[in-house]
């Protein structure tokens, strides 16, 4: 049973298309405040109206068609973006004499790369845009005495390997989705987080959801998922649960209330009413941006319809198929405006059926109010058992029988007959129109509503969460255990600034008392940091009171800092560290090798210079909370996708040293098998990462005879042996040779080698086989036999396997004699019938 309706219509389209002075210009995307609503037009200009549709302003710009905007939350600034691969930011200034103020900058010198959207923080300094690429970047806004834009700078925060969905952000959190995931970040810690493990393909949006009572309904987060359903998940980017509504969507679609339809309504209402009785089919859908509708609702879009989910109770509110082509859709405060295909722009209101019905009766509006309540009996019904204020609703009757609409009110007698009920039950105070307990009603209500407000408005933001959830708490009086579960689960969602703006309200016993609850082990996790606690209280405090904070001398809070307007001068090699930073940690959520997103900044340097920024921008890494040791990995292994294996024979040997340490380090391993006499590898895993770069190493040391520096890479990597035995072969030094390729145990190197074997050659390694099989092991550096267990456990170590590539490069008779000859070391079903076929044939 539907609850809710589609009201306060108002159609914009024929106002905003007459200052159209062409019919080939057409609207491309809008955006909508509490005052303004923006235009962008494929002739690349902005058109600014007021809410009622009045024009107010001709933006012009020649950057190319518009296909992106978004209005700054104090509605002092439109950034939008053009099919140029051009950013831009329009002053709003509605003085005649001045001339339009729009500042830009490129995006990028590929007009393939196209923002595809944008988003405002709450304060004016700043905004983030997504585009094709899957870069996520922060711009920053400078301005002069408050009034006049002079400055516009870009920096990339996020990489990605698809197309950037949706952007939201709450306090230091960001939101970002994109085609295949979804990325929760703390810009302060710089922690990023995928949520969820299950990926998807698809533009699927994602927001945030906050909730002004965190004690009653905690804040969370919505990620639109394939098949109509919803991720909801907390702010430790964990999901809880996921909401289906694929069946649920099996409903009648709501229609929209417009007043010109009210003479028309005695005459639709029978088949309205027989809605529910149809059949409709579930609905599979794919939801590309989600939007926050009041306080309990999500607000969603296809082409086709506008959809209205109560997340709260996990049921549909409503969806509607009456717009035509749907392009985008925009909540402001309880306005939904669409915009459609056609360059047509829409309003429309979610209301409860109970409140329109008592709107429709204080504006007279009498028998559509009636026909309203004849769709919809059962919930009138329901409802006037329950509320005084439908009590006003008995105008209707008396207005049908003055109209004689006699079987219109006997099909509305089962409300009239609650309404008389729920008053006799209330009092002999009520009387027969219930319009006193109307009044009385709405003012209480409007009254504690305000109530609420004010208290809202007077707090500072997010302290209120905290006062509810720590006054609940400490009412129920049971000790300590839900003291410490309300300050844990607030640190958990609102990060350790919220905690630390509010930590002086505790008395110092109290204060003493909450450290000695929090588990030590909690105190790092992501997003449950609270080690602001032990500092000083005016470090850090609440984002609706940060002022201004000079960034750190390893360039974490750059970003920030220029945010907040210190005006403090970052250096390009500082931008450079930071650039690189947000690009590593991109890279450990998505699959891609962004090396093209770095190697233009890496060309710029020498490899002395390059190796310098880079032990800098480890420091950072560790700075940030990584393990030194994992900081110089990520360092060495962004160096390695960039650098050029040959280079090395040109470069200087601090350089070559260099990498020649994070080549060992990258993979250097515990599990290896040792030589009884001289600590060499016997046994290892050949796998092995940046084996190009191996190799060219060990053939420059091996060129210029630092034997000595090349077995001290063997020592530490063995999966370069494959190079050393090529080097050996070159050398027609066949006894290192043959123990080599036996030890790396791999197919294809004893395939690859074997061409160049002599028939002495073949028969000395049949000799180091039947060793291998028994355990026996030849050092390639001291020659000294040791004895291994389970070697021969390998595929590569079976007769057929090592027969099999045998026989490529012999004659049968010389194969089958040594055979003959090494016969008792072979167990009588280790060769298979199909290699002495193989002899056979081969003659």
Known sequence: MNFYCLSNFIDYSLAIHQPLKHNRIKYTCFDISENFIVLGASSGSLYLFNREGKFLHLIPSK???????????????????????????????????????????????????????????????????????????????????????????????????????????????????NCTKCILCNTEYEEYKQIGNKPRDGAYGACFFISSNESHQPSRIYCARPGSRFWEVDFEGDVLQTHQFKFALACAPTKIHKDQDSENDNMCGDNEGNDEMLDYQAQNLQFGRIQRLKQDFLVAFTELGLYIFDVRSSTVALWCNQFERIVDCRVCNDDIVVFTQT?????????????????????????????????????????????????????????????????????????????????????????????????????????????????????????????NAFCDNLKSQKGEKHFKDALLTVTGKFGKNIIKYKFNIFAEEQQKFVRDLIPANERSLPFKDIKAMYENDEEIVCRSKKGPSAPSSSGRNAGKSKAAGTGQHITAEEKTIYNLYLICKSSKFSNTNFVERYRSLFDEYSAPELITLLEKLAQVMVEHGDDPEQAKRHCYEMYFHYLNPELIWEMDDTSRDYITQGFILLNSSEDIVRCDNCMFPLRFDNSCLFHELGSVLLRYYWSRNEQVKCFDVLNRVPALFDILAKLYLAEYNMDKVLPIILNYGQPDLLVDMGKSFSLSAWSKCFEHFVELHQGRLTCINCECVTTVENVNRHFFYTWNCFLGIAIDFMQAEEILALIFKWSNFIPNDAIDREFYSRCLLKG
Request: proline share 2%; net charge negative; hydrophobic share 35%.
């Open 63 to 177: 950057h190319g068609a518009v296909n992106h905007l978004s209005i700054s939350a104090n509605e002092k600034f439109v950034a939008f973006s053009t099919q140029r691969s051009v950013v831009c930011v329009y002053v709003v200034n509605l003085s005649a004499q001045s001339v339009p103020q729009v500042i830009f900058t490129n995006l990028c010198s590929d007009q393939s790369v196209q923002v595809t959207c944008v988003h405002w923080t709450k304060d004016e300094k700043q905004f983030y845009y997504g585009d094709t690429k899957g870069q996520v970047n922060l711009v920053l806004l400078s301005t002069f005495i408050g009034t006049s834009l002079i400055n516009m700078s870009i920096h990339p925060i996020l990489f990605l390997e698809s197309p950037v969905v949706q952007i939201d952000d709450f306090e230091s959190l960001l939101l970002v989705s």
């Open 343 to 467: 360059g047509s722009l829409y309003s429309v209101q979610l209301h409860t059926l109970q409140s329109q019905a008592c709107s429709l009766v204080r504006q007279s509006k009498l028998l559509e109010c009636a026909w309203l309540m004849r769709r919809n009996v059962k919930y009138f019904a329901d409802k006037a058992r329950e509320d005084y204020e439908l009590g006003m609703l008995n105008k209707i009757k008396n207005f049908l029988i003055g109209r004689h609409q006699y079987e219109l009110l006997n099909d509305l007698s089962v409300i009239f007959d609650a309404i008389a009920q729920c008053e006799s039950s209330g009092g002999g105070d009520n009387n027969s129109s219930g319009g006193s307990t109307a009044e009385r009603s709405s003012v209480g209500a409007s009254g504690a509503s305000q109530c609420h407000r004010n208290s809202e408005d007077n707090s500072p933001q997010g302290v209120y969460v905290l006062e």
